[in-house]
């Protein structure tokens, strides 16, 4: 069975920084259109930053210019680099991305636990 695990998270200041790390487990064969999102309570889950087999990245515009997705492939980890943090970014953090167990040829989509960020002095 394929996991999820985010790690990184905690309580850190305004104007802040943390990485988060999201770690695959299991038979992977394949991993594609890895993200991060975020959720507040009462509110609808929303993504934060997408980045495509290629490289190529997306971003949501409240975190653009100041989080960084990245992606290790020999590690199957994906990361969030966060700068300048603002109170508005506390979140329930999750990584979810499409992954293809070895031996089978469909994919599923897979979520982690997440990991809470707290921006607060």
């Known amino acids: 069975q394929v996991r999820l695990v985010e790690s990184g998270g905690g309580l850190v200041q305004p104007g802040g920084s943390l990485k988060l790390s999201c770690a695959a487990s299991?038979?992977?064969?394949?991993?594609?259109?890895r993200a991060w999102h975020r959720q507040t309570p009462g509110k609808q889950r929303e993504r934060v930053a997408y980045i495509a087999f290629d490289g190529s990245a997306n971003y949501a515009a409240s975190v653009k210019d100041r989080f960084t997705i990245s992606g290790d492939n020999d590690k199957n980890t994906v990361y969030l680099q966060m700068t300048n943090l603002k109170p508005e970014d506390t979140a329930v953090y999750y990584c979810?991305?499409?992954?293809?167990?070895?031996?089978?040829?469909?994919?599923?989509?897979?979520w982690g636990q997440g990991t809470l960020v707290t921006v607060s002095s």
């Open positions: 979810n991305a499409d992954v293809r167990e070895t031996g089978t040829y469909r994919w599923q989509n897979v």
């Open positions: 299991g038979s992977i064969g394949s991993i594609a259109n």
